[in-house]
């Protein structure tokens, strides 16, 4: 009886060091799943530098969260998120969903390449979609797979825990344009406040990836009604409809660019 509690014992204490070691590494779990599912749903090198997570109240930083370009493209980067805030119901953390109550990303620096095939963010656009189809959010409906679509536990895909994120604000964003013809000149924009209500909560809970698709999604199409608004002579040449550019651009650039007039 003595060896069977001596047993026990031992079991509760590497369990329970199981548990702290657990905890302890949280924030380098969460460093992985952001940069697996990030790299996988955009098809670029996606790196964040730090997470900082309290679970007595729920309350998270993420630090530096970089998505890099496409294949082809030339600038530093496409989007720098230097400072994302998590807020999250710790009532749920051993629940399924877990509800984030709000996540506000702050002050993103976008970059908006302009090259002979379209730009970086359509195609982080494009990629993100078929990403999104894969996990059978897409009109495709999921059929055929795609990049980083897996069954895997860790919420890095399709698989693993879900959360339901209540608010999520993307605020004071700005986007510099990159292109041939501007030579060197300085073209800016400020984004409007992105504003997402609810994710995952209809389908009580979404995975890890699904939310990078709907938010990464968001915010390519807030870029490029963005750079849309400046009006940049020259920019329909380098945008044709080859890449579906104008479908996706919004109204605002369609009714701009659809005769093509500015490039004469």
């Known amino acids: 009886m003595k060896k069977v509690l001596i047993v026990l014992c031992a079991l509760a204490v590497l369990a329970g060091a199981g548990v702290f070691l657990?905890?302890?590494?949280?924030?380098?779990?969460?460093?992985?799943?952001?940069?697996?599912?990030?790299?996988?749903?955009?098809?670029?090198?996606?790196?964040?530098?730090?997470?900082?997570?309290?679970?007595?109240?729920?309350?998270?930083e993420l630090r530096d969260l970089v998505v890099g370009n496409p294949t082809g493209f030339k600038t530093e980067h496409a989007m720098a998120l230097?400072?994302?805030?998590?807020?999250?119901?710790?009532?749920?953390?051993?629940?399924?969903?877990?509800?984030?109550?709000?996540?506000?990303?702050?002050?993103?620096?976008?970059?908006?390449?302009?090259?002979?095939?379209?730009?970086?963010?359509?195609?982080?656009?494009?990629?993100v979609a078929a990403y999104a189809a894969g996990l059978g959010g897409g009109e495709s409906g999921g059929d055929e797979p795609q990049p980083g679509d897996s069954t895997g536990d860790d919420g890095s895909d399709g698989g693993g825990t879900k959360v339901v994120i209540e608010n999520l604000y993307v605020r004071g964003a700005r986007v510099s344009v990159s292109a041939p013809f501007l030579k060197g000149e300085d073209v800016n924009a400020t984004?409007?406040?992105?504003?997402?209500?609810?994710?995952?909560?209809?389908?009580?809970?979404?995975?890890?990836?699904?939310?990078?698709?709907?938010?990464?999604?968001?915010?390519?199409?807030?870029?490029?009604?963005?750079?849309?608004?400046?009006?940049?002579?020259?920019?329909s040449k380098y945008l044709g409809d080859g890449d579906g550019f104008l479908e996706k651009a919004g109204s605002g650039l369609k009714s701009f660019f659809g005769g093509g007039d500015d490039d004469e």
């Open 22 to 60: 657990l905890l302890g590494n949280l924030g380098g779990l969460i460093k992985g799943v952001v940069e697996r599912v990030g790299s996988d749903a955009t098809q670029t090198q996606v790196t964040l530098a730090e997470v900082n997570l309290s679970l007595s109240d729920g309350s998270g």
């Open 82 to 127: 230097g400072l994302i805030r998590v807020q999250i119901d710790t009532a749920t953390l051993q629940s399924d969903p877990i509800v984030i109550k709000e996540i506000v990303i702050e002050a993103p620096q976008i970059i908006f390449e302009v090259g002979s095939g379209g730009s970086n963010i359509g195609a982080i656009q494009e990629a």
């Open 191 to 235: 984004v409007p406040e992105i504003h997402l209500k609810d994710l995952g909560k209809k389908e009580n809970g979404a995975t890890a990836g699904e939310v990078a698709a709907k938010v990464l999604d968001a915010v390519s199409k807030a870029t490029i009604d963005a750079v849309a608004d400046q009006k940049i002579k020259g920019l």
